[in-house]
């Protein structure tokens, strides 16, 4: 991660909020905005509140939880984290999903279950779909388009026992690795065809693999105050392994995957209708405005 880059970059975006408030509340004015639902950049808080209308954050973290962490050697996160704690706190209602961070921030809290995507497909339309092979164990390589430099392909590809996709791009096929592009939209089922997933763990995809009830090798993410609160969701909720970065980067992959795949399934019933739970809550909050 990079941490003063990400200072940098968050000071000038906070730089830039005058206008970029003015303009949104006239945005809302003007097209009768009756309620706004963030997940959850915090501008759009304050926001809403100087537009007079009620804001709904659905989350498991908060970014002043997050750059609260780096304050100790980047000081001049401070300001930023007043001013996120300020908007926040405007907040009308939080929606907390499981597993959440220290969410004191926001005055009213309700929690929801997992909010999950669940593919309508079989295993074997989805690897149809994605042309992927009907009898292989494949392994799904999800870094959100992000890192796929640094993997160790050449050491992926002579682990001829498994098949390994990810995406981002340029889309290319070389053995047994495919990268797929633009599935994004359609990425619940890929996460059907596939075997394994391996990963760092961030929200969406830990709810992808407990909805799928897909295994999972994940890594760490540095220093994230979200990080270990996902571990333990994977924990008490999913057959889940760890590898290290160094093991993960230098492709010692095989003895990790081994071991994950052969684990007792760990599969406890969660609720995953957390989507459906929000809407109605959402909906319950605009008929009583």
Not at 28 to 51: H, Q, W
Not at 64 to 75: F, K, Q, S, T
Not at 115 to 129: C, D, E, I, P, Y
């Amino acid at each position: 991660m990079g941490i003063a880059q990400t200072l940098e970059a968050c000071q000038a975006l906070h730089r830039s909020f005058p206008p970029l408030i003015d303009q949104e509340v006239e945005f809302i004015k003007s097209e009768r905005v009756k309620l706004v639902v963030g997940d959850i950049p915090p501008l759009c808080f304050e926001i809403a509140a100087r537009a007079l209308v009620p804001s709904v954050a659905i989350t498991n973290f908060s970014w002043d939880i997050i750059y609260r962490a780096y304050l100790l050697a980047y000081p001049d996160f401070l300001p930023m984290v007043e001013e996120i704690e300020s908007f926040y706190s405007k907040t009308e209602l939080a929606l907390t999903l499981p597993y959440p961070c220290d969410l004191d921030v926001f005055p009213r809290r309700e929690p929801i279950p997992w909010v999950a995507r669940v593919s309508a497909l079989t295993k074997a339309r989805a690897r149809a779909r994605f042309k992927l092979p009907e009898h292989a164990t494949i392994i799904l390589l999800s870094f959100g388009g992000l890192g796929l430099q640094r993997l160790p392909w050449e050491r992926f590809r002579q682990l001829r026992e498994y098949f390994f996709v990810a995406t981002g791009k340029p889309e290319t096929v070389d053995g047994n690795v495919l990268v797929l592009s633009a599935v994004q939209q359609e990425y619940e089922d890929l996460v059907r065809a596939v075997d394994v997933i391996v990963t760092k763990p961030g929200y969406g995809i830990v709810a992808d693999a407990i909805a799928h009830q897909l295994p999972m090798l994940y890594t760490d993410r540095g220093e994230f105050p979200e990080y270990p609160r996902l571990v333990e969701a994977l924990g008490d909720c999913a057959t889940a392994e760890f590898i290290p970065q160094s093991e993960l980067l230098s492709g010692n992959i095989a003895p990790y995957l081994q071991t994950l795949i052969q684990k007792p399934p760990n599969w406890p019933t969660v609720s995953l209708n957390g989507a459906e739970v929000a809407a109605e809550k959402i909906i319950r909050l605009l008929d009583n405005d």
